[in-house]
C-alpha cells in the first residue's frame, strides 16, 4: 500500500476519523493515507468524481509488514470497517493469518451454496416421476423402425394416466402388476405382454444412468413382475392362425359378393361400410408376395416396374433395428402382377399405390388392418362403439379371427407345401439367413430360386381361387 502524504484527524494523531470529517475529504487528497489508529489506515482514491477511501489492517506476518482488507468507505460504514479490523486483529495474536482466514471464510460460504444447491438438486431428483424418465427414455433412450410411435401410444393410453404422477423411487412392483391386470381385463393381453417389454426396458434403462440408478437403489419393480402369470392361461404370443384353401375361397367369394355390390348399389345405400377394392387388392398381395401389410401401404408407383415385373421395398419401408434393415426386391408372379395392373387402375393418377384420402403421403400403416380387424367384431371385446369406425362380421371366416398379417403365414405354408426350401421362403419374407460369416462371404441373392418360388406360390393362388369358378 503506498503511503503517499500521510493525515489524521483534526483531533490529534492516534483518534478516529469521524464520518463529517470522511465525508469533507477533497478529491485534491488522492492517493493520500488516513490514519484511523490500532493499525487501520485507508487510501483515498477517487473514481468518476467520487472520493472513496479504502481501508486497510496493517499487521506483521512472520516479520514482513502484511495488509488485511477491511472495507471501502462510503460503500462499507465505518463501524463496520473497524469491527473488521477487530476480528483480524484478534486472529492475529491468535496466531492465524486474517488474509487465509478470508479465504477459508469464501471456501465455506461457497461450499455452504453448493450444499444448498446440492440438497435442492437432490429433492429434485428424488422428486422424479415416472412420466419425467419416460420423456427422457423416449428422446434418447429407444429408437423403433416406426419412430416409436407404438410406444408412444401404448404408454399414453395404458402406462402414464396411472403411473404418470408417481414417483419413481416410490414405483413399485404393484403399481405395474396393477396397470398389467386393467389391460388383461379389457381383453388386451398382447398390449398387456408388450407394455410390460417396454416399460421393463425403460427401467433397465434407467438402472444405467443418473439420476435414475440412484432411485431405483432399491432394486427395478419390472424384474419383480412375471407376465406369465398374469395372462389368461393357454395365452401364447406366438399366432399361428392361418387360412386354410377353403378359408381363401370363402374370402374370394365375399369380395366377389362386394364387387357385385358396388356394381349395383350407391354410395348412399351404406357402400362405405363395405372393404375398398383398394384394401381387398392389398390383402391378395399380402398373401401372393409374403409382405408386410405395412410395407405394401406405403408403395410408390416408381416402385413397381411392370415390365421387370418386380416391385422393389426400400430398407427405409421394411421392418427391423436402426441400421439393420434390408430392402427387399420382389418378383412378380402373374396373379400379384395383375393385382398391381388392378390398383394401378385405381391409384394410377397419384406417386402413392395407396394414397392418402385427405393429406399427402399414404395412407396409415394400421389402415388396413383396422378394416379388417372392425368387419370381425364378434371376435372383439369392446366395452364401446368406436368412432367413425366400421362394426359388422362381412369379414368373418371360420371360428378364429384372422388378420393381413396372417396371410404372410398363409402365404409361406403354401410355399412350404409346395415343397419350397425353407431358406428361399425366409428370403422371400426378407428374414436374415445364414451365420454373420456366411451373410459376408455368401453374397448370391438367389434370385433365380426366389423368383421361382413367387411364381409357385402365384400359380397355386391361381388354382386355388379357379376352383371357384
Not at 409374403?290 to 410395407?295: F, K, M, P, S, V
Request: charged residues 30%; hydrophobic residues 35%; aromatic residues 8%.
Amino acid at each position: 500500500m503506498d503511503l503517499g502524504m500521510a493525515r489524521y484527524p483534526r483531533g490529534k494523531k492516534g483518534s478516529k476519523w469521524t464520518v463529517k470529517e470522511l465525508d469533507a475529504v477533497k478529491a485534491e487528497w488522492k492517493g493520500d493515507t488516513l490514519n484511523d489508529g490500532g493499525g487501520l489506515s485507508g487510501e483515498v482514491r477517487l473514481n468518476s468524481g467520487s472520493v472513496s477511501i479504502v481501508f486497510r489492517y496493517a499487521f506483521k506476518w512472520q516479520g514482513k509488514v502484511a495488509w488485511h482488507y477491511c472495507g471501502t468507505y462510503p460503500t462499507v460504514d465505518m463501524a463496520v470497517i473497524r469491527e473488521e479490523r477487530d476480528k483480524a486483529r484478534d486472529l492475529v495474536k491468535s496466531g492465524v493469518d486474517p488474509r487465509v482466514h478470508k479465504v477459508a471464510v469464501k471456501i465455506e460460504a461457497q461450499a455452504a451454496i453448493l450444499e444448498i444447491i446440492r440438497v435442492d438438486e437432490q429433492k429434485r431428483a428424488d422428486a422424479l416421476t415416472f412420466n419425467d424418465l419416460y420423456g427422457i427414455w423416449i428422446k434418447d433412450g429407444v429408437s423403433r423402425s416406426d419412430g416409436n410411435k407404438y410406444i408412444r401410444q401404448s404408454f399414453g393410453k395404458h402406462a402414464i394416466p396411472v403411473l404418470g404422477d408417481i414417483e419413481v423411487r416410490h414405483l413399485t412392483e404393484n403399481h405395474l402388476r396393477d396397470v398389467y391386470r386393467r389391460i388383461i381385463a379389457a381383453g388386451k393381453t398382447a398390449t398387456a405382454v408388450e407394455l410390460s417389454k417396454d416399460i421393463g426396458q425403460m427401467l433397465r434403462w434407467a438402472e444405467r444412468r443418473k439420476p435414475w440408478r440412484a432411485l431405483l437403489i432399491d432394486g427395478n419393480p419390472a424384474e419383480l413382475v412375471d407376465i406369465k402369470q398374469l395372462v389368461p392361461k393357454g395365452y401364447t404370443k406366438e399366432r399361428k392362425r392361418q387360412l386354410s384353401i377353403g378359408e381363401i375361397i370363402q374370402l374370394k367369394r365375399i369380395f366377389d359378393a362386394t364387387a357385385q355390390i358396388y356394381a349395383n348399389r350407391s354410395r348412399k345405400c351404406g357402400i362405405e361400410r363395405l372393404l375398398k377394392n383398394e384394401s381387398q387388392i392389398a390383402l391378395w398381395l399380402c398373401l401372393g408376395t409374403l409382405c408386410r401389410i405395412g410395407e405394401l401401404l406405403k408403395t410408390e408407383w416408381k416402385h413397381v416396374n411392370f415390365e421387370q415385373r418386380t416391385w422393389f421395398i426400400p430398407a427405409a419401408n421394411t421392418k427391423g433395428e436402426h441400421g439393420k434393415k434390408r430392402e427387399q426386391l420382389i418378383y412378380l408372379s402373374e396373379f400379384t402382377l395383375d393385382q398391381f395392373k388392378q390398383l394401378h387402375a385405381l391409384t394410377g393418377d397419384s406417386d402413392w399405390a395407396f394414397p392418402a384420402r385427405n393429406k399427402e403421403g399414404h395412407v396409415c400403416e394400421k389402415t388396413v388392418s383396422k378394416q379388417v380387424g372392425d368387419r370381425q367384431v364378434k371376435f372383439k371385446q369392446r366395452s364401446r362403439k368406436l368412432k367413425c369406425r366400421v362394426e359388422n362380421n362381412s369379414l368373418v371366416i371360420g371360428d378364429e379371427e384372422w388378420t393381413p398379417h396372417d396371410l404372410r403365414r398363409t402365404g409361406s405354408t403354401l410355399m412350404q407345401k409346395l415343397k419350397i426350401n425353407r431358406d428361399i421362403i425366409n428370403l422371400c419374407q426378407n428374414h436374415v439367413i445364414g451365420s454373420k460369416i456366411d451373410r459376408v462371404y455368401l453374397l448370391d441373392e438367389y434370385t433365380d430360386e426366389k423368383r421361382e418360388a413367387w411364381k409357385m406360390l402365384g400359380d397355386k393362388l391361381e388354382e386355388i381361387l379357379r376352383c371357384d369358378e
